[in-house]
């Protein structure tokens, strides 16, 4: 593999820049069993099903490439990188209160300044059931209020700690195939998409208002081999399933042991393999 136009850029990470938001099939717990099984050295970081970024604020490679298709979530990561202390400050209007949640919840995102909107996102994470982000088929943020003790709303620390960490990022909204058509030789791309589901009633894939069906994982799969031809290195999660070992069977498969909490269906909660699959 030849080496990339960009310089290996790796800091030592800030071990206070800690995901500023939950997330469905968040990594904070895989992220030892999975950097595990980078490689030594890479030149530039891509991770465009960015999410809550629980990888990359693990690694912290400096002049990373950081994308996710949700517009909310994008935003935020914006302004906590471009604009902390404006978010900072917005964040302590919020209350938490039924009302005052549902009156937030029934904003119209994309009608509000981005700092505002930021602010209205990370509120909403921070105090709705389960953490979750869930939109319904209008792209519309449907989760009920949730019931804590004290949620955090404004963790200070943790904001700038992020917001350090981003410096010199590309931070961009867009689709992973676009994303990564920038990619080189030696760039490192590590994909965490929507899983596919592990049975039919399983499938929580509402990130965004379009379902990642199973045409879905085969395009990625055609974007995941195109890349390997490129001579990119590429890893990426996605579940044990003979659907996707079947479409990777030409790569090399390796499991991890995961605990998953968000499920309908009780019998695929508790511990589960999860494939890692690595094109090197
Ligand atoms: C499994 S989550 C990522 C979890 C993340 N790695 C973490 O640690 O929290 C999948 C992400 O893919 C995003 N996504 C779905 N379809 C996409 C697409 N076509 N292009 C880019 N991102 C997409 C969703 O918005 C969601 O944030």
Redesign the pocket.
Known sequence: MSTSLFPVQRRAPRQDAE?VVK??????RLVPQITALFPATWGRYY?????????FLALQPGGAVL????DD?ITLYQVVQNDVEALIADLQRHRYEKNYYYAVRAQDPTRLGRVQRASRTLYLNRTCFNGL?RVNRRGEFNVPFGRYKNPTIVDEDRLRAVSSALNGCTVAH????T?TATAKAGDLVYF????FPLTRTSNFTS??AGA?GPD?QRRLAEVFDDLTDRGVACLQ?NSDTPFIRDLYSHHRVHTVTAHRAISRDPSTRGTVTEVVIANF
């Open positions: 995901p997330w469905a099939g968040g990594k904070t991770e465009p099903f960015l999410g809550g970024a629980a990888m994308t996710d298709i949700n979530l982000y867009m689709d992973y195939a994303a965490d998409p929507p899983y990130y965004t990642f879905d999660s």
